[in-house]
């Protein structure tokens, strides 16, 4: 039986008022008072953790209360220790995205045994041959631009070559990391803000659904607390109330869906195959390692150093060719993908039609028919000798932008905000870059007394990462379609186009610090 | 209230509130002299909607019932993000920079909260805002325009921080009238954001909030210097080119130069008046597309801050 009070407060409740997603429960009225939590982030992905983090090590940020929920046992994401086997998912972490994990104190967290740097890059076409190389020399190298960059006081150009060059002294184009060593060092981070440093401890509820998320109930009368433009966040552990929901809750965000903030894009009709190889010959650690990338026009196939004699595949295709990979024996599937990296596009064609087999024997006739230098192929390329067990897995690729990265108290983060093509490994870098600046906004906020999930605080987080997302997927998913053609003039444009620009060391420069990330 | 002088029988004005397109004020185009330094003091008496403080029906608090009117129907824009306030949010944050500029002249304990008093605190923007910070014990925000007042009591009760204790009070009052309203009378900080360039007589109105700082308190406020270039801008291109702010906010001739409030606070023997320690002025300018920003030597032509502090 409620009591007189509760009843009251229930009646004074106008459905009308709440919005819901997929809930069941979305009907039933929100009884009791929800705790009320500063921030909310739904997804304990690497943007989500990363955020909290990055508000837990600024002083402004430091005493918000802070929930994160996320649907899977976080405990679990532990990098296996067996130094033989590494994830089939991997990212490459630009020196921006490395500056700021390094500034929340995580990266030193991090198992660095298991990450590799990487300090140069060939990328070359697979229908001419045409190739680029990347190196941290052409970044260093003074050409016209900065010369005429020198001359204009202040300018954009200047500043962004001298925060690059300050930033890559060693010489990294970006370094290679598995997600769940980048996932499990933030949690490590945030295990530790709680425990040594007498903070307040996030709330952390994994193995947590969010059952629905609605606007909060009507003031019961004119002088009491009015929630009903508050996010409440239902769970098993019961209802908080978000002075800003953070959705870091992936591409079918969940809180981007409650917000009704639309998100547009298409599908490209390709799948990621991602695989963990090994190599012929073991590489030490202080040696130079270099990323392959091979533009097929099927799509590009990109090779990312690991330690020892490990590496990271990524492998864009078209769908039925992902599915036959996925069947190949491991010596088979092994002969594959260095036929993709070595063969010409029509063998690599028939190896995968369904009715070809043994795709081992295909490729040693056919490789010593096919000389290196008509293809393009980069020396040394290492050979690919086997592929670790169970790390052959794949994925629909995806461009999707949301409008808008925020709403009234609601802001969204990573894969929630946007997908990528991983052509140029940005997907998790532009995550790590929405969390930053996300961060670094609601201290502003917090300095200022602004009501953190307010329009007034968050429209800065909103205009410094939408626009400079935008141009990212934009110049990304160009490249792409550039790179998808198979012959005719887009081929001679595109390989003209890659020699002019191998052979102008300036702007390879100013193209490798977009591509590192320098902002 | 001890110590009232007939001369602050003035306006207290309910702060610059650009507001919603008004279409109930009449605007007082007559009166405004739109160019030349030369007309400002004397025509300042001439203003129509100052009517005669002794009709008022409150003589201590000489609300000016006009005013009040003018932002009555002002009010439901005050927390539009896209209204006509939309300047004075984006401020807000310039406003405790200053105060923080100010107040870290002294060596003071983190443990000491702060007791804010905010006159003309309109819907509320500044109030809330220093009401969050945690180096703020309380804020006492005061204007009397009860339809403001009521906007503002309303946000309020969006946040549950500001809803704790005496976080922030909202009193609907004149300062004169304060006395009689709030159970605090003393202030570390006593803020006139937007305030004095709307009243007619600031001399005794100044004279009457320092009542109400303590020993060693900041006076600080903002406000727009009385040269063609501000006539330009905030008359001339706010009000009648893009209509930003409701036609008859400003009274040009009622703004005041930095120099004055400077002279005025050197005659009050209270008043710490050396540079820096306790004389603080920074002049601040719009930017389309990036905002308030600060320009130094700025104060003299336009828009400034002005903070004053009290000997103890």
Redesign the interface.
Known sequence: MPSPALLKRLLALPPSLRRSFWSSSATAAPAGKPD?YDVVCVGGGPAGLSFVSALQSHPATR?LKVALIDSQDLTTSRTANDAEKYSNRCSSLTPSSLRFLEGIGAWEKAREERTQAYHAMDVWDGVSGSKIHFDMVDKQSHGVLDSIAEMVPGSRFQASRRKYETSAEDGVVATMCENSNLTAALLQRLKDFGAGEQLAQVQMWDKTKVDSIDLGPE?VDE????????PIVTTQHGQIAA?LLVGADGANSPVRQFAGIPSHGWDYNQHGLVATLHLDHPFTASELRTAYQRFLPTGPIALLPLPDNKASLVWSTNPQHAARLKQLSPSDFTATVNAAFRLMPVDINYMLTPSASNQAEEFAWREPATPASSTGLPSPFPRITGVQEGTVASFPLRMRHADTYTGHRLALIGDAAHTIHPLAGQGLNLGLADAEALATQLA?G??????IGS??CL?GYNSERWAANNAMIGVVDKLKKVYSAGSGPVVWGRSLGLEVIDRLGAVKGAFMGAAAGTR | MAHLRALQLIQLPTALRTTALSRAFTPIESHVAPCGVANAINSVRRRQYATSPASASHPQSSVNHAEVSHFNTLASAWWD?HGSSRLL??M??LR??FIRRCTNQEVRDPAQKLDYLDIGCGGGIFA???????NVATVTAIDPTPEVIAVAR?HQ????LL?EGDRLTYLQTSIEDLAQHSPKQQFDIISLFEVIEHIQQPAPFLTSCLQHLKPGGWLIGSTIARTPISWFTTKFVAEDILRMVPRGTHDWNQYIQPQELRDWARGQQELSTSDGLGWQVMGVVYVPGLGWKEVAGSESWCNYFFGVKKLG
């Open positions: 009320i005493a003031a002088k009491s607390l009015d929630l009903s433009q508050w002075r502003y917090m300095e200022h007394g602004m009501d329009c007034w429209d | 993000p949010h984006l807000n944050p405790h920079q809330e805002s220093a009401a969050r910070l945690p309303r009760r969006t946040d549950p809803l």
